[in-house]
């Protein structure tokens, strides 16, 4: 494997050619989402597996703009100052829209708001208790920024009852300071997962890595190692794909990781003990396949506390 970036990206495989999408399930929520102007990373990002996730009933949401107050060198999302401005209307908008959609999971994303005295906090907090409020039966993930691992800041977004807390480490520890922006530091992530489980045991929590940047097994292992200290449930790999805008500051690929090596990940973070491990060319952050596993595990436990609490009545 190789141990750095390179000036130039290595052609692409064939494994990483995908289907265009298609079909009157993804149309028709495509349609919808155009009719409620909201912004899915689904397809802001050009996700391979939006078709798979649409049909599925998951569908992953920008809340807080299109502005970044970070500037990581693997992300196309655009950077500036949005200087405080937040559409304060958005968790109503969000939360009525999703109660008219057929989804059953729905994931919550953002840019990072460092603009705002609570990075964002309270309006994912407040997103989550509006889409719970008109749909109580919805599972939300929210996938957050860092929030600097200020505990009351953590502390509020998990009063809100998210049903997965995930925050991405994105890459290992020696490559984080060229990969992400200088304020997301891999320990700081780590602390931010850890604190998620600190004011709730039983939350699931979840975190992504991306490969081909030049990290080598034994570091993908010791951030395994890290990230299960830190008691994280869910990891999920998937290749690093440069922004189509060759602009200087992306990083270029170094490697396509094959199939196998994606496997022999999985293999390597289940045999740690993760609840669940998603490892592949194609698989993101929010992956159908996962939320199906993790839905399970959520109605399981929820079933489970209900026969508890009637037995104790």
Same mark, same amino acid.
């Given at each position: 494997?190789?141990?750095?970036?390179?000036? *130039?990206?290595?052609?692409?495989?064939?494994?990483? $050619?995908?289907?265009?999408?298609?079909?009157?399930?993804?149309?028709?929520?495509?349609?919808?989402?155009?009719?409620?102007?909201?912004?899915?990373?689904?397809?802001?990002? !050009?996700?391979?597996?939006?078709?798979?996730?649409?049909?599925?009933?998951?569908?992953?949401? /920008?809340?807080?703009?299109?502005?970044? *107050?970070?500037?990581?060198?693997?992300?196309?999302?655009? *950077?500036?100052?949005?200087?405080?401005?937040?559409?304060?209307?958005?968790?109503?908008? @969000?939360?009525?829209? @999703?109660?008219?959609? $057929?989804?059953?999971?729905?994931?919550?994303?953002?840019?990072?708001?460092?603009?705002?005295?609570?990075?964002?906090?309270?309006?994912?907090?407040?997103? +989550?208790? /509006? +889409?719970?409020?008109?749909?109580?039966?919805?599972?939300?993930?929210?996938?957050?920024?860092? =929030?600097?691992? @200020?505990?009351?800041?953590?502390?509020?977004?998990?009063?809100?009852?998210?049903?997965?807390?995930?925050?991405?480490?994105?890459?290992?520890?020696?490559?984080?300071?060229?990969?992400?922006?200088?304020?997301?530091?891999?320990?700081?992530?780590?602390?931010?997962?850890?604190?998620?489980?600190?004011?709730?045991?039983?939350?699931?929590?979840?975190?992504? +890595?991306?490969?081909?940047? #030049?990290?080598?097994?034994?570091?993908?292992?010791?951030? !395994?190692?890290?990230?299960?200290?830190?008691?994280?449930?869910?990891?999920? =790999?998937?290749?690093?794909?440069?922004?189509?805008?060759?602009?200087?500051?992306?990083?270029?690929?170094?490697?396509? @990781?094959?199939?196998? +090596? =994606?496997?022999?990940?999985?293999?390597?973070?289940?045999?740690?003990? =993760?609840?669940?491990?998603?490892?592949?060319?194609?698989?993101?952050?929010?992956?159908?396949? #996962?939320?199906?596993?993790?839905?399970?595990?959520?109605?399981?436990?929820?079933?489970?506390?209900?026969?508890? $609490?009637?037995?104790?009545?």
């Amino acid at each position: 494997m190789s141990h750095g970036p390179s000036q *130039t990206s290595p052609s692409r495989p064939d494994w990483l $050619k995908v289907k265009i999408p298609h079909g009157a399930k993804y149309l028709q929520l495509r349609q919808l989402l155009k009719e409620q102007n909201l912004v899915t990373v689904c397809q802001e990002a !050009l996700c391979p597996n939006i078709q798979e996730c649409w049909d599925g009933g998951t569908a992953t949401f /920008m809340l807080m703009g299109d502005t970044c *107050t970070r500037a990581c060198r693997f992300c196309s999302v655009k *950077t500036g100052n949005p200087m405080g401005v937040l559409d304060r209307e958005e968790p109503q908008k @969000i939360g009525y829209a @999703i109660s008219q959609m $057929k989804l059953s999971y729905v994931v919550l994303t953002s840019v990072d708001r460092d603009d705002l005295d609570d990075f964002g906090a309270d309006h994912f907090a407040t997103t +989550i208790e /509006m +889409i719970k409020k008109n749909k109580p039966e919805m599972l939300v993930e929210c996938l957050t920024p860092d =929030f600097e691992a @200020i505990p009351q800041l953590v502390q509020r977004v998990l009063d809100a009852k998210p049903d997965v807390f995930a925050h991405n480490i994105e890459t290992v520890e020696r490559l984080s300071p060229t990969v992400r922006d200088r304020r997301a530091k891999y320990r700081q992530s780590l602390e931010t997962l850890a604190l998620a489980k600190v004011f709730n045991p039983e939350q699931i929590t979840k975190t992504s +890595i991306m490969l081909g940047l #030049g990290e080598t097994k034994q570091e993908i292992k010791q951030s !395994l190692l890290d990230l299960r200290e830190v008691s994280c449930d869910v990891v999920t =790999f998937g290749q690093y794909l440069a922004p189509t805008d060759q602009h200087k500051k992306y990083l270029p690929v170094v490697e396509y @990781i094959h199939p196998d +090596i =994606f496997k022999s990940y999985q293999k390597m973070a289940e045999d740690l003990g =993760f609840l669940y491990v998603a490892s592949g060319p194609l698989v993101r952050s929010s992956y159908k396949a #996962g939320e199906y596993f993790i839905a399970s595990v959520i109605k399981e436990r929820q079933h489970k506390n209900s026969w508890l $609490k009637k037995r104790l009545q």
